[in-house]
């Protein structure tokens, strides 16, 4: 996505991961089974300097169906001064975390961003008193050859920081 003439400057390094995508991931941790998931992520500006985040999905059999709803999280992506970031997320399950990090542009062709990449770390990890027990996060969001690649590493359930998710998202195209 080419960056808008109007979008505040501070947003100028995180227009790459403005618009709507969709894809497939997988899930583990030494607490469940594995799985496959499917995700719809979007990141969107009303003209201020901070991108609202939306994320929901779904367990998915080995034919690609949706079997039931899984996560959804919601929240706030912030940009700071020195590419460094701030994000705060909500979730229903009874979490709201705060995360920082940075956002490193790693390509850039005719005036258009084709490489870059977000990592974050939770800072503080609230929850309510009916939450599993969840206590550090890391997050890793990349462009790659124009899709959106994550990855969610966590302490929870007494273990060590271990990956939980990964996922590879493509864009949906804006309706013209």
Do not use: C
């Amino acid at each position: 996505m080419q960056p808008d003439a109007a979008l505040p400057p501070e947003l100028a390094p995180l227009s790459w991961l403005i618009g709507h995508w969709v894809g497939v991931g997988t899930g583990q941790y030494p607490t469940i089974g594995d799985f496959r998931f499917g995700q719809e992520v979007s990141f969107s500006t009303d003209g201020r300097p901070f991108l609202a985040y939306a994320s929901r999905s779904w367990l998915l059999d080995d034919e690609g169906t949706r079997l039931r709803p899984l996560a959804s999280e919601s929240g706030f992506l912030r940009p700071r001064p020195d590419n460094h970031l701030e994000m705060q997320l909500s979730h229903p399950t009874g979490y709201a975390e705060i995360w920082y990090g940075r956002v490193e542009i790693t390509g850039i062709e005719q005036a258009h961003i084709t490489g870059a990449r977000v990592e974050l770390r939770t800072d503080l990890v609230a929850r309510t008193q009916s939450a599993k027990e969840y206590v550090d996060g890391h997050r890793l969001y990349g462009l790659v050859e124009g899709r959106l690649l994550w990855t969610f590493d966590m302490a929870a359930m007494g273990q060590p920081l271990t990956n939980h998710l990964a996922a590879t998202l493509h864009r949906l195209e804006d309706p013209a």
